[in-house]
């Protein structure tokens, strides 16, 4: 049974410091050498699951072998989807053998729990090695007019979040740690394993802030790109804004969505919502929003969780519209009616209000789409079933 480990929750300017560093060397290359198997923050063991091909030919070179088994690896990861070094049959006993003596795993965790609503909404939480508990959603979507069905991943970053906007559950509950890539990766095996299904999108909406993640998300969505084979189009990365590094996403030029969650149409409100807003004033956020559409040629999604009473007035639609016109002509609004959670004050507006919201916009030329809720009887709002399973993230469950 594993001792309960305790990690003190890092402050936000610390987390935004360390963020900033973290991103400055973010750079993701797939023929770059195999790593070395080092100890990681939560794991005992390095991953193989979310290396690159030429990383794993160059892994079987470096333990003594020739470069098909690295090949061998990529095919017992991605298409047997083995989940352990010892059920790698494909490969001699003395490869295996020299893979877990050289400290690598194969990267995968065990499903701890899932809960499927009435809508086939699926929650899993996944236990890490350290006996954390994460949270991954499958959404599953029939277009009955294409008579195809869509499956999306909502993928968590981090265990836990630092940022605790005000009306979302996995900021209640603390930070513990960033996911490493495999912790990531393994949040789409899972849903599809789960669903005998392939992803089609995938969303970083989960439990964290991906752009305090940057390495490790990049390294995620390169792998989800290359070797799972979903389109860069196909994946949106969210953020509430953390300086400097929606600069550092489109230096990647990627052709992903960056969505960027603003719930205010100025700063003095979205400070009252968003804490993490003060260390990043709006102007300066817009700013960087604008220059990323400039560098990718890709629109911005702003997402925009609606609070009755708080920030969903029409007054409020006028000036996001006011503040949007600011921003060039690339952007998307994505409102997202509130999720209860349990111990918030906020509400839910109703529905009249939400159209109004909408109509206001629209009046504007302003593009809007309102975030259907899916599963609502699955705890649907963000580490919302986390919770329920482990209160504080900052202490593992036991084993
Ligand atoms: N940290 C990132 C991604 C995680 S949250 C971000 O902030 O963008 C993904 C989206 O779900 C965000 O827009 C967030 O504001 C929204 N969200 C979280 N909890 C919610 C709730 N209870 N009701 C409605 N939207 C919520």
């Known amino acids: 049974m594993a001792a309960p480990q305790h990690v003190r929750a890092a402050p936000l300017a610390r987390a935004l410091r360390a963020s900033a560093t973290a991103t400055a060397t973010a750079t993701v290359s797939a023929s770059a050498p195999a790593p070395a198997p080092i100890k990681s923050q939560g794991t005992s063991r390095r991953a193989l699951l979310g290396l690159s091909e030429p990383q794993l030919r160059q892994l079987a070179l470096d ?86 069905s869509r499956l999306t991943a909502c993928v968590s970053s981090q265990v836990g979040c630092p940022l605790r906007c005000s009306f979302c559950a996995t900021g209640k509950g603390g930070f513990a740690r960033n996911l490493q890539p495999n912790e990531i990766v393994e949040q789409v095996l899972a849903i599809e394993e789960t669903f005998k299904q392939r992803v089609t999108n995938v969303v970083f909406m989960g439990m964290g802030e991906p752009m305090m993640n940057l390495k490790s998300v990049l390294e995620a969505h390169r792998c989800f790109n290359k070797e799972l084979k979903i389109g860069q189009r196909m ?50 956020l817009m700013d960087d929003c604008k220059n990323y559409f400039l560098e990718t040629g890709r629109r911005v999604s702003f997402e925009y969780t609606l609070l ?87 202490l593992a469950i036991e084993a």
């Open 63 to 148: 333990l003594g072998e020739e470069s098909y088994r690295g090949k061998q690896l990529h095919d017992l990861l991605y298409k047997s989807r083995a989940k352990q070094i010892q059920d790698f049959n494909h490969v001699p006993k003395a490869f295996r053998e020299a893979l877990l003596g050289a400290g690598w795993s194969a990267g995968r965790s065990p499903v701890h729990h899932a809960v499927t609503a009435s809508d086939g909404t699926t929650k899993i939480l996944l236990k890490l090695e350290d006996n954390r508990l994460i949270e991954t959603v499958g959404i599953p979507v029939d277009d009955d007019n294409k008579g195809s």
């Open 235 to 284: 994946m949106t990365i969210s953020t509430v804004g953390v300086p400097n590094t929606i600069k550092m996403l489109a230096s990647h030029k990627l052709q992903s969505t960056l969505a960027v969650s603003l719930h205010a149409p100025n700063q003095k409100l979205r400070e009252t919502i968003v804490p993490s807003a003060k260390s990043y004033p709006l102007g300066a």
């Open 308 to 394: 009755a009473g708080i920030n969903d007035e029409k007054e409020h639609a006028e000036e996001l519209a006011e503040l949007l016109r600011t921003c060039g002509g690339g952007y998307h609004v994505n409102l997202i009616p509130y999720n209860p959670i349990e111990g918030s004050e906020y509400k839910r507006p109703y529905r009249k209000v939400v159209q109004a919201f909408v109509d206001a916009l629209e009046a504007r030329k302003i593009t809007v789409s309102v975030r259907q809720t899916r599963g609502l009887d699955a705890n649907a709002a963000c580490g919302q079933l986390r919770n329920e399973f482990q209160k504080n993230p900052l």
